[in-house]
């Protein structure tokens, strides 16, 4: 375990630790691919009726809080990491490790084209916030300055949506707006929360991040890179057990 690194949570005396952050995405992000994976393709048998709808619908809501929370820890790691470029590599060597599992989870197919993981969008995002970075530490003039920034972000959220990536170009924004606000934690936490409205229940992420004291918790660095595509090769192992592929 870390010691405090002098961030105060907003809400709650002690907080919680970027692991219980984590973990509480991990969670929220499984839920919501046993709906997406395993119920939803239930649905298409009309024998199933209303409550099978209504479970469905559940855990597509309670997985909204997933990809908030992994934006915010991207943008965390960010500011943290020492080699910028190995977290880059990182992600995009998890995004092809995960895009398999992926396209049989959600398409059925071994590769599918039309449809990528989220990897892959927290690669372009993390690639668009090195960028502004690096601009911002130029000692350039602001009138330079911001047409590179709107550039940069409107590349990215362009690759998002040409690549078709997991939340596309919605998603390199949400991510940019939380690293815009990453040293006000009372601004990010509302800009995030307002920049989810289109996913109402995914507002709901910033009160665990309101929480959060700073602590990195217990060591988990890969948990989630490896749980990503296991986790989803699982739940298409079950469907296909039950006959749903």
């Not at 309670?62 to 943290?80: A, S």
């Not at 039309?114 to 668009?128: D, K, P, R």
């Not at 707006?177 to 507002?203: D, H, K, M, N």
Request: charged share 15%; hydrophobic share 55%.
């Amino acid at each position: 375990m870390e010691k405090e690194n002098g961030i105060k949570p907003l809400i709650g005396q002690k907080g919680i630790s970027g692991s219980t952050i984590k973990m509480i995405a991990i969670i929220s992000m499984f839920i919501d691919h046993v709906g997406a994976v395993v119920v939803e393709r239930m649905l298409y048998f009309p024998q199933q009726g209303k409550r099978l709808w209504t479970l469905y619908m559940i855990l597509r809501s309670i997985g909204r809080l997933g990809f908030p929370i992994f934006c915010f820890l991207l943008v965390t790691g960010f500011m943290h990491t020492r080699n910028v470029w190995k977290y880059a590599l990182r992600l995009g060597l998890f995004a092809l490790l995960s895009e398999v599992p992926f396209d049989l989870a959600f398409s059925d197919s071994w590769m599918y084209m039309g449809y990528q993981n989220v990897f892959f969008t927290l690669l372009i995002g993390l690639l668009v916030m090195i960028f502004l970075d690096r601009v911002g530490k130029r000692k350039w003039h602001i009138a330079l300055k911001l047409p590179l920034w709107l550039a940069g972000i409107a590349a990215g959220m362009y690759a998002a949506e040409f690549l078709k990536t997991d939340y596309g170009a919605l998603g390199v924004m949400c991510i940019v707006t939380i690293f815009i606000f990453r040293r006000q934690r009372l601004a990010q936490v509302i800009a995030g929360a307002v920049v989810f409205l289109w996913e109402i229940p995914a507002s709901l992420a910033f009160l665990p991040v309101a929480a959060y004291n700073g602590k990195r918790g217990w060591r988990m660095k890969y948990v989630f890179y490896a749980f990503y595509p296991c986790h989803l090769l699982v739940l298409y192992g079950i469907a296909w057990m039950l006959n749903l592929t």
